[in-house]
């Protein structure tokens, strides 16, 4: 059984973040909006939780990555 569909809301850190979740909904074929509350900038994306995970945890996060690897002791 999956999810039921339904517009969810990505709150977006930055413009760039918001710009490449609506790229990636378009990529997909997912109806995307673009919105603001308050100084929030919001990405409404028509889909699962899945996808919405996907949107948030994925492509709106801005956080570098690590210069190097290092093993943990």
Request: proline share 7%; hydrophobic share 50%.
């Amino acid at each position: 059984m999956t999810a039921p569909t339904r517009e969810r809301i990505i709150v977006c850190a930055t413009p760039t973040a918001l710009d490449r979740v609506v790229a990636h909904a378009m990529r997909h074929l997912r109806p995307v909006r673009r919105g603001v509350m308050g100084d929030a900038r919001l990405a409404l994306v028509t889909a699962d939780s899945d996808f919405a995970w996907v949107c948030r945890e994925v492509v709106a996060d801005e956080t570098a990555a690590p210069a190097r690897f290092e093993v943990a002791p």
